[in-house]
C-alpha cells in the first residue's frame, strides 16, 4: 500500500496493548479506525481518546470466537467507511500452563485456540472476500515469537498455526493478483497485560477446582510477567506494523536477538538431527 490516509482500519483486541497502539497509530497516518474488543469498558476508553485526538473512529464489541460476531463487525466497519483496507487480527489470550501434572487442559486448549486462532480463521473468511473485491488492502494477523520457538501449550500451538497460515495466505496468488498484502507479526516480550488474559476467560474453561500451580510453575508466571514490564513498548510495535504495511512486509519481529536464537533450531532441522535446548528467554 502507497498510503493509508483516508483508508480505514479494523483492529481486533483494541482495547488495550498492541491493538489499542495499532489504533491509535493508524488515527495518526490520517486513517479512519474500527476498533473491536470483548471488553466494552477498555474499548470505550479507547475509542473516546482517539475520537478526542480528532480521528473518525468506532467501537464494535466483538468476541472473535463467534463468527456471526466477526461477521456484524465486518458490516459494521463498511456500513461506517464504506471499505475496509486494513485488518488487524490482533485479539489473543495467553492461557496458562499444565498444572496438577496435566499435560492437556482440554477446555483451556479450546478457548486458548478458538481466541488466538479460530478468530484470525473467522477474520479472514469475514474480510479476505470484500479486500480481494476491491483491492488495495492488507492484512496483519498478530502470531508470537513463539510461533517459531517449541513449546507444549496451547498459546504455542496457536501461534505455530497463526505464522503457517499467514505465511500460507502470503504465497496465495489470488492476493498478489488483487494487490493484497499480509503481514505476520511475532513479537518478542511486549509490555502489554496479557498475562492477565484469564480476566476475560469464559467459565468453561476455568481452571478445575483446586487445581494450584507447582512451584515452578509460579517461578515460569513471574519470570513471564517480569519479561513482559521491561519489554518493548506497544507504541513502538505500532511503529513496525505501519512500516511493514507501506513495504508490504511478510515478517514484522520486535527482537532480532530472538530470531537469531533460531538458527540452531533450523541448523539441526537441515541436518535432520535431533533439535538443540530452546527457549524464550533474554
Known amino acids: 500500500m502507497e498510503s493509508l490516509s483516508g483508508k480505514t482500519a479494523v483492529v481486533t483486541g483494541a482495547g488495550s496493548g498492541m491493538g489499542r497502539a495499532f489504533a491509535e497509530r493508524f488515527a495518526r497516518a490520517g486513517m479512519n479506525v474500527v476498533l473491536a474488543d470483548v471488553e466494552a469498558p477498555k474499548l470505550d476508553e479507547a475509542v473516546d481518546a482517539i475520537v478526542a485526538s480528532g480521528a473518525a473512529a468506532i467501537g464494535v464489541v466483538t468476541d472473535v470466537t463467534d463468527g456471526t460476531a466477526v ?3 465486518r458490516d459494521a466497519a463498511i456500513d461506517r467507511f464504506g471499505r475496509v483496507h486494513v485488518l488487524c487480527n490482533n485479539a489473543g489470550v495467553a492461557g496458562s500452563g499444565p498444572s496438577a501434572g496435566d499435560f492437556v487442559n482440554e477446555a483451556e486448549w479450546r478457548w486458548v485456540l478458538e481466541v488466538n486462532l479460530w478468530g484470525v480463521i473467522h477474520g479472514h473468511r469475514a474480510f479476505l472476500p470484500h479486500l480481494l473485491e476491491h483491492g488495495d488492502g492488507h492484512i496483519v494477523n498478530t502470531a508470537s515469537m513463539a510461533g517459531h520457538f517449541p513449546g507444549h501449550s496451547a498459546y504455542s500451538a496457536s501461534k505455530w498455526a497463526v505464522v503457517a497460515i499467514t505465511e500460507g495466505l502470503f504465497h496465495d496468488p489470488r492476493l498478489r493478483a ?10 518478542g516480550w511486549v509490555n502489554t497485560a496479557i498475562a492477565d488474559s484469564a480476566r476475560n476467560r469464559p467459565e468453561w474453561a476455568a481452571p478445575p477446582l483446586g487445581a494450584e500451580p507447582s512451584p515452578m510453575e509460579e517461578m515460569m508466571v513471574a519470570f513471564v510477567r517480569d519479561q513482559l514490564r521491561s519489554g518493548m513498548d506497544p507504541a513502538a510495535v505500532a511503529d513496525l506494523v505501519h512500516d511493514a504495511i507501506l513495504a508490504d512486509r511478510l515478517w514484522v519481529f520486535t ?3 530472538m530470531v537469531q536464537a533460531l538458527e540452531p533450531r533450523f541448523a539441526a532441522v537441515l541436518a535432520a538431527e535431533n533439535p538443540p535446548a530452546m527457549g524464550l528467554g533474554a
Open 71 to 73: 461477521d456484524r463487525l
Open 255 to 257: 527482537d532480532m536477538q
Open 178 to 187: 488483487a494487490g493484497v498484502g499480509v503481514s505476520c507479526l511475532c513479537p
